[in-house]
């Protein structure tokens, strides 16, 4: 079990009034960092002077009051995160969520060091109403995709979902199919209860995380729906309120 130093209390860099996107309920905060962990999405840090990494939420702890931060190979990079007083979170996904933050601490877990900070007291989620976004489910329920790559067929898992495209993530090299701008075509979503519904998708977004445990690489990819037929677009619609409805139920 990690053993985590408390950080000293930080100063909002938010005013109630500055921001129509900003969340202040701390259940919501907290569910919100909670996925951002639970689907590793790639975040930018800003730590301002040029200093920046490419990282990830690992969790929240148990009394909800901090929460960690994947840390840098390099100790100076860390070194100069940590002497900063005004640091900046962003994700690399669509819908934007990004909260600031300050008095970062490094603290040990059982694999290493990790970012220490207070929960924030405000996040901002930044979404075009038609992209609004649901993370999917994972592990045996996750759905999957299949994309026509020549004479193979890749199958990826979906990360997260809106009436206007899906985010997927794969492990390995990364498939030369993947362009920013390409069209795929002849793809399909396998939906519980409805089976496999055809798609063509456009590539929008392509980040790359290397995990820190295995050395692995895993890639996520945003990809947007081409001409999604009436009946795609119902099944796509009708699947996210049943999400929606889980997911309010268990909150």
């Not at 601490?105 to 989620?125: H, N, T, Y």
Request: hydrophobic share 40%; glycine share 8%; aromatic share 6%.
């Amino acid at each position: 079990m990690a053993t985590m130093n408390k950080p000293q209390q930080i100063t909002t860099m938010h005013s109630k009034n500055d921001s129509p996107f900003a969340i202040y309920n701390p259940k919501e905060i907290v569910h919100i960092l909670n996925e951002l962990a639970k689907h590793r999405i790639v975040i930018n840090l800003d730590a301002g002077a040029g200093i920046g990494l490419v990282t990830t939420v690992l969790y929240v702890s148990g009394d909800r009051k901090y929460v960690c931060i994947d840390v840098s190979k390099h100790d100076e990079i860390n070194q100069k995160i940590i002497d900063s007083k005004h640091v900046s979170f962003t994700t690399q996904t669509d819908i934007k969520v990004r909260w600031q933050a300050g008095d970062l601490q490094l603290v040990s877990m059982a694999d290493g060091l990790a970012f220490s900070m207070r929960v924030p007291e405000v996040i901002e989620r930044v979404q075009r109403r038609e992209f609004f976004r649901l993370y999917t489910p994972q592990g045996s329920k996750a759905l999957i995709c299949h994309i026509q790559t020549g004479d193979e067929v890749l199958e990826v898992t979906l990360v997260d979902m809106s009436i206007g495209g899906v985010g997927i993530t794969y492990r390995g090299v990364q498939n030369e199919v993947f362009v920013q701008g390409a069209v795929l075509e002849g793809c399909s979503i396998d939906f519980p209860e409805i089976g496999r519904v055809p798609v063509s998708l456009r590539v929008c977004g392509i980040w790359s995380l290397t995990q820190t445990k295995s050395g692995g690489l895993v890639h996520r990819i945003g990809l947007q729906f081409v001409d999604l037929s009436r009946g795609a677009g119902n099944v796509v619609q009708r699947y996210m309120i049943q999400l929606e409805a889980e997911k309010i139920s268990l909150a």
